[in-house]
């Protein structure tokens, strides 16, 4: 798809009736509308800086070599492994009304370095690698805290709601992202996209502390309210995310989730990279690439997110939707198996992001809503990051065995439909606890939240 057709068809998805998003805001209610909105658009800013800075990361990996792509995702484990003991030690330090911004604080500063760096050092290979290792670990740790304080400020019954809603605005903000990229890497370069990513991260702390001054007026109806605050710590030692996720059969079911879906997402990553590689020889012809399929996936998963997902949810239930991601992984897998072609790999990668990211992710975050604070921001943050990036880990060398063992594409596609099958089963187990716990809940509402 080239660049003209891409920008046409983001118009076209902004400019979609407006009474199919009066529909979406319909099942809002009229206490809920402010913190819906301001949700929608921190999601929004939050992911197109995100978007803009995700091609340089792609881009990085090509400037050190696609080979050793699995040290790369080494680097970033063990990155990531250090960084989450020690957010459960600031959490226990510092009150979570402070906390939350100030991650995003932490992320600004380490963005001036990098610009600094890349000035100093452009195309700089060691520069690349921890440029890679680096953006790999923080920007889990930001979607991660986002999602928990949206799991922490709505209810169960307001996040089936509201989450499709919500991470459509995230599909919509990526959709600007990649447009700001592939528009003006050529006349600003990779310090300006850092320069404009600052600004929106500046914007997202500010909506961050509007929303948190928003959680009072959610408290009703009070049986199916939030009734944590934000003006507290969360006692523990560095390693109580660690321990409350070995405690529950809950978190480590999480855990798996997150590690299959990751699985399947590594290894078609690592063939796309691959490919671009070959493709390219510049650095701004591949962060265009990447960047143009980022809009295209981004595009289908506002459109699914709008068009379909709360639907999904509100009617089928949670654990419908935690399943159709698996479902289709092991229909794309099963076509590359017949067809291992350059579309078919290309096609079977859009489909895996963009049922993860319109689907999978949407879907699992309602699963929080029922999990007690410390649960929420230590063990959650745990599976998300270090799950997450074990997850990339150990993909990544199972994908360089299957390599040195010459198997090839069709080797990696067929570990692709055990893991997808696999991931399935997972889903379907973690979606019925999820709807047994928010059942006695909303039958008894002082039972405790899950751990």
């Known amino acids: 798809m080239t660049l003209p057709q891409t920008k046409q068809l983001w118009l076209r998805v902004l400019q979609m009736p407006l009474a199919r998003l009066s529909s979406v805001m319909g099942h809002v209610q009229r206490h809920e509308r402010k913190a819906a909105v301001l949700a929608f658009a921190c999601n929004f800013l939050l992911l197109s800086s995100y978007y803009i800075l995700r091609p340089?990361?792609?881009?990085?990996?090509?400037?050190?070599?696609?080979?050793?792509?699995?040290?790369?995702?080494?680097?970033?484990?063990?990155?990531?492994?250090?960084?989450?003991?020690?957010?459960?030690?600031?959490?226990?330090?510092?009150?979570?009304?402070?906390?939350?911004?100030?991650?995003?604080?932490?992320?600004?500063?380490?963005?001036?370095?990098?610009?600094?760096?890349?000035?100093?050092?452009?195309?700089?290979?060691w520069v690349a690698a921890a440029y890679f290792c680096w953006f790999s670990t923080v920007n889990l740790i930001l979607i991660s805290v986002f999602w928990t304080f949206m799991a922490d400020l709505f209810s169960a019954g307001q996040a089936t709601r509201l989450f499709g809603f919500i991470a459509a605005g995230g599909s919509l903000?990526?959709?600007?992202?990649?447009?700001?990229?592939?528009?003006?890497?050529?006349?600003?370069?990779?310090?300006?996209?850092?320069?404009?990513?600052?600004?929106?991260?500046?914007?997202v702390i500010v909506l961050l502390h509007m929303l948190m001054r928003e959680k009072r007026g959610l408290h009703e109806p009070a049986f199916d309210a939030p009734t944590t605050t934000f003006d507290h710590t969360l006692p523990g030692n560095p390693l109580r995310g660690f321990a409350l996720l070995l405690k529950s059969p809950n978190m480590m079911a999480q855990t798996a989730f997150i590690l299959l879906m990751t699985w399947i997402a590594t290894i078609l990553y690592f063939l796309q990279t691959d490919l671009i590689a070959q493709a390219y020889s510049d650095v701004e012809r591949r962060t265009i690439a990447f960047a143009d399929?980022?809009?295209?996936?981004?595009?289908?998963?506002?459109?699914?997110?709008?068009?379909?997902?709360?639907?999904?949810?509100?009617?089928?239930?949670?654990?419908?939707?935690?399943?159709l991601s698996p479902v289709i992984m092991v229909a794309a897998c099963v076509g590359l198996i017949l067809a291992p072609t350059l579309i078919m790999v290309q096609t079977a990668r859009a489909l895996q992001r963009i049922s993860q990211y319109a689907i999978a992710r949407p879907s699992r975050e309602v699963l929080f809503t029922v999990v007690d604070q410390q649960s929420k921001y230590k063990a959650k943050n745990v599976i998300d990051t270090v799950g997450y990036r074990f997850g990339d880990l150990t993909a990544a060398w199972m994908q360089a065995a299957l390599r040195a063992g010459g198997f090839g594409i069709l080797g990696a596609v067929a570990l692709g439909v055990g893991v997808s099958a696999a991931w399935g089963f997972v889903a379907v187990a973690l979606g019925r606890r999820y709807e047994a716990i928010r059942g006695a809940r909303e039958v008894n509402p002082v039972v405790p939240a899950a751990g």
């Open 56 to 125: 340089l990361r792609d881009t990085m990996a090509t400037v050190f070599g696609v080979n050793e792509l699995q040290n790369l995702f080494t680097g970033t484990f063990v990155l990531t492994l250090l960084c989450s003991p020690l957010f459960a030690w600031f959490a226990a330090r510092v009150a979570l009304s402070k906390l939350l911004p100030g991650v995003f604080w932490f992320f600004l500063s380490n963005l001036l370095i990098f610009y600094l760096l890349f000035q100093i050092a452009p195309g700089g290979r």
């Open 173 to 203: 903000g990526a959709i600007m992202g990649s447009i700001v990229t592939t528009s003006f890497v050529a006349i600003v370069g990779m310090n300006g996209l850092l320069a404009i990513a600052i600004a929106g991260f500046l914007l």
């Open 293 to 323: 399929v980022d809009l295209f996936v981004n595009i289908c998963s506002a459109a699914v997110l709008i068009l379909g997902l709360g639907r999904v949810m509100r009617k089928f239930g949670v654990t419908a939707s935690l399943v």
